[in-house]
């Protein structure tokens, strides 16, 4: 060791701490001043004033106006602190693109909903009843064969970006649906469709044709109106991520992975008039953050660090009201239910799916399961509030009933073996089972009824693209999910349609489907409509195909510094429930502090 | 060591790198295309498309290519620090830059608290060997090793975030949010710093210059100082770097625990989305730094004790 | 042989930690290998009305979120993490030995391509490599195990081969080679013997490491599917729980912990005995 070798090396060492020092206080200083994200918990301003507005927005107007205040009749104290409403969903949205394909996923929708707005919206009060008011388009006119339809705009209303809303931009918006690098979820019905600007309010849709049902699509929020500048400006690729359309509250920013922000569009409308809101949103801003983790969500309302949680999973409704300042849960009534479907090219024998559906035990699993937020059903894929759903459709619905169960597999040609699984020609019954986490809990119950009773059931919990995927290539034999929609074709285009997300293959083994379908789509008026989804849903039933198990609960949990907030269900295009919501910050201060 | 030598070494470790840092990207390259079936229908939901459009998309990402041209493509695009564009149409390297200061945030904070705990820990037992304190320090030092982080992350959610409220249980959102996560990764490594210091440290005083100079009478802090700490940091900083490094390619089980929006996190979100694009340059991406760092550290090793260029260490 | 193994007994119970080790790992293999069985526990016995129950006389670890036994789901996922971690490691091991005497006998061209591919495979951090192979090849128990033991694997390479490479250039094998023993000969007499010990160690060290990274892809949702009960599925259940029901991941992640320590305390025993100067 010769005294050089010593001196470099400490030289080194110093170096090296001095480094690691710097970096450290590098850090330091890099957290202290830029912290990673910034949002407003309780503000630590000692001015916070629990301002109710003085001049009251809530006014009932029976007398339906077509002119709008030009500025909000709401004011502010311009003293009082931004209010942001900060939201845990459960994923962060796919893209903001309401005619992109990508806006049929909820968590997409509901960031899609404050942002844009359809030209029918449904009326709350009368849920689960889907019943529609004007929004956009204030009156229509329909000829006798439902292929011309004529529309009277609301005026005043304008984009985000400044530009009017007026039949030009209506015409835009639906010819830009009709690019298939969009994959609108409606092509098909606006394909052929043409739009004529009768005059800067008045518009009309021609259609080679009959489409009866047209103000419930109109009501959807893939038919949401866009800024044709702004359209033009990002095209097709990026407007997902720049959305503007003329909804309550305009597009900020989206840091993926971390939070979307969304700012109070101060020229907005009002929305729809029998809501009777004038003027823009309460609240300043609304941050969306996608927390699948339900530990997480949970902890983040406790702690304040989000005012309101959608579609907790596995809620215990009891776990939130134990706290010592319970925050409030408000579930909905909807059209969403969980379905259990076959794959049937797989499961061939109509015995086997009934002897499997003998097995689901509705009740049990909606009582304990969901703690009672969810409500079981006796029905095929016409949900209980659509257009088609016939009661006495339960009677035909297989019943939790294990000697049934017995019987059908009897009939199928299966006996028990010595292991108490059943077998048929030597090979015993393997279902594969495909679900995503959501359901994770009745999914599990299932299955190990399943495996009781003596079938191989293997469950695999997919994410929603694999779930997707598989379903799509036939690799899978009964899969679980939940599907939501006023439009029943929607929910028949789902499952018997080559190109459906939940593809059952049933219209390839039974052509009956596909004419029903066909006439469906041929209807006149919605009698006929009717009565070929009653007769769809019948064929459907009496083979086991598309099984009703259970209504989707969709809950929302808020503090209780929140208040005005209407629950609707997830995939309703609404703006008008945001309109109200106020935060009280002295109220969630105190709430907190224990 | 020669300045020449240096500059060779340094050339010697930036070749190696190279190659290792191709190799890397053939492996993932390997692994990502040995999807069983159609990568296009693994990576899109393709219901809603036509033909032509499936075929543009296949055409989009190269898959209607030879394998060996797709080959030659991904490593002419990584190395020109192209990553293409996910399957959500956003583009693979801003979405890696804008959650890459998450990842180096934790990095930093996990390597501080592992030798603000391991550090002391191992330097007690160092001076204090075959006492109480060494065997409780040692125990404490494998118990640390022993737990799973997924584990002691849970843990550590449950006792200060939520019974205790101490700090907020996920999410990036206030400054102290960092304490927890950094905390699981920190105490995970402790235990080994404590146990790789404790080692270096006795090590260096089984030496016979440190015993001649307790021997002289030398007090005992200036033996600790002078002697051995100094010479004990080799092993300890290349540790430390070597960790760092593993550290910086990003945790994906703490971060997915504490929804830390970092790149760990980001390449499982890739994976669950079935993302190719993004799952490849999410690996690339780590792996070039780890790669990197740990040639650093190993350039240092080197320059720090030239008596061991001769060895055969690997 | 019998004697030996009796010394190494004595050596390893003389030593405090490396016998609370081996007593303790004796003790978790009883639970989880007999206790099963001989109290017919079952867990997959759905309870709806003891959802979610904390640790009490019936169910001594609580219940999870179908009612069903904790104490009965964390005995029997044991077996299956531990096999997880039995096969993972060995199948790195026989890679290992298989690679790194190739590449040590062999040497040249082949040496180098053997301590490349070890490089390559060590350049991704831990996790990833496993998660990789998992993520394209389906989630499922046998792909985590696949990607386990090839991410584990590169280490065994090296040290195998390093350890080979000692030996070839020691006097003895120098000489037999002079004297024309055949490459074969020279592996059986003299390269497994000598290596055995250090084989041995590192199998045991990694064994818990293997056993960790199988249970963490599990817990990521990545292997085995509910209802199947294994230690870091039982985390991934747990962690909707945290709030409400502490005990659903305290106990699952206590054994994990535990088997760990008890491996990683026998085997720095183990190592102190066969191969104290193996530096991994």
Redesign the interface.
Known sequence: ?SEPKKVD??K??YA?LGAVAL??IG?AA???MN?????K?VPTTSVVTTTVPTTSVITTTSVATTTVPATSTMTTTPSAPAKTLIVDQLHEP??LDPQH??ATYGESVRVITLIFEPYFVYDYRELPKPVLKPNLFISYDVNSDSTVWTFTLKRGVKFHDGEPFNASAVKYSMERAKN??L?F?FLPIIQNMTVEVISDDKVSFKFPQPVPNLLELLAQPQFSPVSPKSAEKWGI??F??HPVGTGPFKFVSW????EIVLERFDEYHGGPEFFGHIGPARVNKIVF?G??????K???I??G?CDMITSP??L?PS?YRRLPNYIYTLSVPSASEVYLFFNVEKVGDPNIRKAIASLIDRE?WA???TYNTSVPVYAGFVATTNLGYDPSIADLVPKYNLEAASKYMAAAGYTKGADGKYYKDGKPLTINFLSI?AY??T???F???L??FGIDA??????T??L??RI??GDYDMAMCGAGSFVTSDTARLFFT????Y?TRFQKINPEVGALIQKALNAKDVNELGEAWKTLDKINVENCVVLAVYTLPHIYVLGRWVSGFIAMPELICAPYVWLDVDIDYQLKRASLSK | MSMLGKILLVLKKFITFFLTFVAAITVIFIIMHSIP?DPI??????????KE?IEALRALYGFNKPLYQQYLDTLYNFLSFNFGRST???SVL??IL??L??TV?LA??GL?WGIVIGLPVGIISAFKQETLYDYSLYTLTLLFISVPVFWSGLLL?IIF??NL?WF????????N??ILPSLTLGLAFSGELARVTRSSIIDILELD?VKLAHAKGLPFHQIALKHVL??A??PI?TLCGMRFGALLAGVPIVET?F?W?GIG??VY?AI???DIPLVQGCIIFMVFWFILINSLVDI?YY??NPKLKAKVLF | MLSTLKKGLKIILKQKSSAVGLILMLFLFALILVVPFFFHLDP?K?D??E??EPPSFKHIFGTD??GRDIFARVLCGGSLSLIAGFISASTAMVLGVLLGIIAGVAGGVIDELVRSIANVLLSFPSIILALAIVAVLG?NLSNVLLGVSISVSPIFIRVIRGAVLTIMSSEYVLGAKALGSSRSHLIIKYIIPNTAPTIIVLWTLYIPSALISASALNFL?LGV???TPEWGALLNDA??????AWWTAFFPGLFICITVLSFNLLGDGLKRILDPRLKI
């Open positions: 060791m090396r400490r080194f060492i090296g970096i450290a850090a890099y957290v202290a912290p990673p994200v910034v949002t918990t796919t893209g394909a990508t298939k690098d994959g979820a690729t990026d997902k991520e840091t993926k992975g971390v953050r927390v699948t983790d339900n530990t997480t949970f902890n983040d406790v702690t660090n999973a596995a215990n776990d049990t009582a304990k399961l986490s994770k809990d999914l599990e119950a299955t190990t009824s495996n009781a293997k469950l695999s919990i997919l994410d693209p694999t997707f995927s799509q290539n080559d190109t459906g997300l593809n | 079936g229908l693994y990576m899109f939901e393709t219901t809603t498309l036509t459009q959500r149409g956003f801003d979405l804008t959650r200061p998450y945030e930093i904070f501080l959610i975030a939520i409220g907020p249980p996920s999410h990036a959102t206030s400054p949010s960092v210059y100094r010479n940091l080799i900083t625990i929804a929006p996190s980001l979100e669950l989305a079935r240092s320059y720090l | 997959y759905i709806y009305d959802i979610l979120h179908l989630p949702g599917q509910p209802p962690k909707n729980y945290l709030s409400t």
